[in-house]
């Protein structure tokens, strides 16, 4: 009678050792889903800052006359962005990144991932973060579309365009949380598809 209950016992204690292994062993999604910031439909995720024209423009986020940004309702400290976007050969554009004033955006403030490529300087021209880290040589994103897939994680910063690595960098400048700003400063400027997750 006590073999039989200690086997029933050992073999309950057994399964239930192997049941929990098996919830260990099931693989965890720590990824977070990604956040649609903007997809053509419509700019709820945003409020424009300066005069820029920005508008919704067959299916795209547009603008080609005034100065401004469009700046993201939220903050984000760690994350991944990707983003597709087309410019002309005159554009001045770029996607700002943990923005310290969202009333008064530059270069010093924010992390500014460019999109010139007539910048007088190239290598801080398209696929730069200006004043961090240059690119050479500097690739075209003028009369085409484009992806950006750009990741801030602590001090650390990548930046992918078109599927090339263009910047992998460490800066201390700007570790605190910030929203996301997108550019208009010249020539035409269309952000189709921006979604980001945080990290």
């Known amino acids: 009678m006590k073999r039989s209950l200690f086997l029933k016992l050992s073999t309950a204690l057994l399964l239930m050792g192997l049941g929990g292994c098996a919830e260990l062993a099931k693989p965890q999604n720590s990824q977070a889903p990604w956040e649609t910031l903007l997809d053509g439909t419509n700019l ?81 021209g398209t696929g730069s973060i200006v004043n961090v880290a240059k690119v050479e040589p500097m690739p075209k994103a003028g009369g085409h579309w484009n992806t950006y897939d750009i990741t801030a994680k602590g001090n650390h910063y990548t930046v992918i365009f078109n599927g090339v690595t263009t910047v992998d960098v460490t800066n201390n400048n700007l570790l605190k949380p910030g929203p996301i700003a997108l550019q208009y400063a010249g020539g035409v400027v269309k952000f189709k598809k921006v979604q980001i997750r945080p990290l």
């Open 44 to 124: 709820n995720s945003w409020t424009a800052i300066g005069n820029a024209n920005w508008r919704l423009y067959e299916g795209a986020a547009q603008a080609e006359l005034g100065s401004g940004f469009l700046v993201s309702n939220k903050s984000y400290q760690d994350f991944q962005i990707q983003a597709e976007f087309w410019v002309d050969d005159e554009a001045n554009s770029g996607i700002f990144i943990r923005v310290s004033d969202p009333k008064l955006i530059n270069a010093v403030n924010a992390y500014e991932v460019n999109v010139y490529d007539k910048r007088p300087d190239p290598s801080y």
